[in-house]
Nanobody
């Protein structure tokens, strides 16, 4: 089955940068992986999980308003991995970050697979 493992979370100061990685295993081929939507979500203590960024199989990207211009989602289909580059981090970005993936060919409306999360803490 598909498994996702995040890495790259850390404690940083406001204004700093981090890159989160999400490694996927269990997709049957690179082609199958490439046809799946990839995404990042986050959840801060006491708050609901919220979407941060999506990247479709076609390569189109969408971002939550609160990260536009600061975060960039990317993917490397050959490595079955996707990434979240986070610049100009703010204390309000502090959260557990989760990567997610859809099933091949099903778009970004329903994400079937989730990682366990990686913690990002931003201090002022």
């Amino acid at each position: 089955q598909v498994q996702l493992v995040e890495s790259g979370g850390a404690s940083v100061q406001a204004g700093g940068s981090l890159t989160l990685s999400c490694a996927a295993t269990g997709f049957s081929s690179e082609s199958t992986y490439s046809r799946a939507c990839m995404a990042w979500f986050r959840q801060a203590p006491g708050k609901e999980r919220e979407a941060v960024a999506y990247m479709s199989a076609s390569g189109s990207r969408s971002y939550a308003d609160f990260v536009k211009g600061r975060f960039t989602i990317s993917r490397d289909n050959a490595k079955s991995a996707h990434y979240l580059l986070m610049n100009n981090l703010k204390p309000e970005d502090t959260a557990m970050y989760y990567c997610a993936a859809g099933s091949a060919g099903y778009g970004c409306s329903a994400l079937s697979y989730w990682g366990q999360g990686t913690q990002v803490t931003v201090s002022s």
